[in-house]
């Protein structure tokens, strides 16, 4: 009797052992969902890799990207020391102060992320609930100092980011379960700035953007698209340049950039930001012109077919719509400097 009580516990030990184990394999079968995709074609894959190297916040994973739980956010591990706010949609990542600042923006941050959920639905026809997306809420981490910002996506990335001027960041995994976002990552100078074009609730909508147009697109077809596409779109979403401020509206200057720089069918020169500004201008042009169903027709066709496609679709010649778009542009700026001039007279 007494040798039957140590195997006794053994077989318990190794019972419990086994138990846990098998435990753990049902979590992490239950935190990665089906494939969404058979295969994504080699072309997108090329643009996909392409991007990644470019400091977009894109991660190209060829097999399943791995859990889609929050509870593996880099917000959520121990050693990071994050608190969070959240609700049944999102969760904010921010670190406590004596003062509570950081609190009352993550709770500022989750209040105009609802706001921005029905301006997504109109334009882009889809917002992504928890429950579009496997469960998963939307993240978004307040890093308190630019090096914190810079740190923080390069730790969600798994690589250096050292990309200078960025005011905010949507990170993404791209794989054959479809496109997680990691999470949107806000630069601290955004809840300082007094210009409202680079505070943060136009950039959290301008990211917000970038997260729906990349969950939309169907990674199993032939996509590409071009940075002024993108960033233009976001932009446009958030009216970053909309107003009646001259200030608001491209220079001359800017306009002969466009012209002379800018062509529809390629990316947008990097310099001067081109792709956000010029990008932004071209998305209004195409809603004065064609009208606003349909642009957002436009877009969302977008998802599922690259943009030169897009365009001879709706017969539209490239350069021949820049040359249009160029004297719009042109004819605004007339007569914005000449009532300008009127009112400065007076």
Known sequence: MK???????????LFGISAFFVGEVYKTGQDRPPLKYAAIP??????LNRLSRGGNGIIVNTGNGGSWSNDDDLGNQTEEEWAKEEDDYFIAYYHRDKEAIWQ??????IREAHKNIGILEELMGKYYYPADVNNRKLSIYLPVTGSEYTNVISKILGQHFSVQGTIGLTICTISLAGCKTEGIVLNPCLFESKDRRNGY????????????????IDYSKEIEYYNWQKEGLADFCCERNKGSDPRYFPTNDQINFIKGRCRLS????????APYWAGEQFFYYMEETYGRDSLKKFIQETYTQKINDVFHAHSIEEKTEQEKWVQSLLQK???????YADIQIQ
Do not use: C, W
Request: aromatic share 8%; no cysteine; hydrophobic share 40%.
């Open 42 to 47: 080699t072309g997108t894959l090329d643009f």
């Open 104 to 109: 009352g923006r993550a709770l500022d941050v």
């Open 333 to 339: 700026r007339a007569n914005i400097d000449s009532l």
């Open 3 to 13: 040798k039957a009580i140590p195997t006794l516990v053994i077989i318990t030990i």
């Open 201 to 216: 609730v136009l950039t959290l909508l301008h990211e917000m953007n970038h997260y729906v147009y990349n969950t939309s």
């Open 266 to 273: 390629q990316d947008f020169p990097e310099e001067t930001n």
